[in-house]
């Protein structure tokens, strides 16, 4: 069965930065020839993630319930705070894994492929999502 797809983009992104203090995951975009400007997916409160190197077109999707109940037994998250939790299922031509989070961000902004991510950038919020409670 097939999950529901929250959020698309042809570019290929790669694990840019995880920071194990804040819990939040970043996947980044760099600039290229089509696009100037980085975009970004960061992953807030991560409890568990199973990722590639990069994602090729990627597909942020909502996991199914088969999905899910596998996400969560690979995390550890215990029954009663499962609804605080948003499971996301990447998939590309690159290769797949999952993340879960409490909330995902694609924010657009900044030119620089190295640059630290949100500082000093001039950035917008394309997309977000959170659990449904």
């Known amino acids: 069965m097939s ?12 694990v840019w930065r995880y920071g194990i203090g804040h819990s939040q995951l970043l996947l980044r975009a760099v600039p290229d020839s ?20 990069h994602y090729k077109s990627i597909e942020l999707c909502f996991a199914s319930k088969t999905e899910t109940e596998e996400i969560l037994g690979f995390s550890g998250i215990t029954p009663s705070s499962r609804e605080l939790h948003l499971p996301v299922v990447l998939r590309s031509r690159s ?9 995902v961000t694609a924010e657009r902004g900044g ?4 640059g630290s991510a949100f ?8 997309w977000t999502t959170r659990p449904q409670s």
Not at 95 to 103: I, K, T
Request: aromatic share 8%; glycine share 6%.
């Open 119 to 126: 500082e000093g950038e001039d950035r917008s919020v394309i």
């Open 3 to 14: 999950s529901a797809v929250m959020f698309k983009s042809d570019r290929t992104f790669r």
């Open 95 to 103: 290769g797949s894994g999952f993340v879960l989070c409490r909330n």
């Open 111 to 114: 030119e620089d492929p190295v």
């Open 34 to 53: 089509v696009d100037t400007v980085c975009l970004d997916l960061l992953f807030e409160d991560v409890s568990a993630m199973q990722l590639v190197q």
